[in-house]
């Protein structure tokens, strides 16, 4: 049996869970100018090393959460587990949300949440 660590509700047996890819793929720019052989690369192309791979995990039977994880991929072993945060806040600035992901997205969450404050004021 497989326990993958929850970083909320800690280690669960892997049939609670659902895979969801490599960790830290940004999304394309402008994914209307891709080719479509661009686009498929984007979509189904993964890496795939022996050896430690940062991963994105959902515990679809517990906290309905995603989160990272390092697995290496010879052992099974998680390493280590990182939640995802989901925006910017004011003590972490848009270059610390989600984990090595896609600067642009996290700039435009940051933009996005300062827009949301200066409404309310």
């Known amino acids: 049996m ?7 509700c ?3 047996e892997e049939i609670e869970f659902r895979y969801g890819s490599q960790a830290g793929i ?10 479509d ?5 984007f979509l189904f192309l993964r890496d795939n090393p022996k050896g430690a791979f940062a991963e994105r995990w959902y515990h679809v039977a517990g906290c309905r959460r995603w989160f990272n994880t390092v697995r290496d991929t010879a052992t099974y072993a998680h390493s280590s587990r990182r939640r995802l945060r989901t925006r ?3 003590d972490r600035p848009a270059d610390a949300v989600g ?6 997205r996290q700039a435009d969450l940051a933009s996005r949440s300062t ?3 200066s409404r309310r004021s």
Do not use: F, H, N, Q
Request: net charge neutral; with cysteine.
């Open 2 to 8: 497989l326990l993958v660590p929850c970083p909320w």
């Open 10 to 12: 800690g280690p669960r």
């Open 26 to 35: 940004a999304y394309p720019t402008d994914p209307e100018a891709l080719s």
């Open 37 to 41: 052989e661009a686009w498929a690369d």
């Open 88 to 90: 910017a806040t004011r």
């Open 99 to 104: 984990w090595a992901g896609d600067r642009s």
């Open 115 to 117: 827009v949301r404050r």
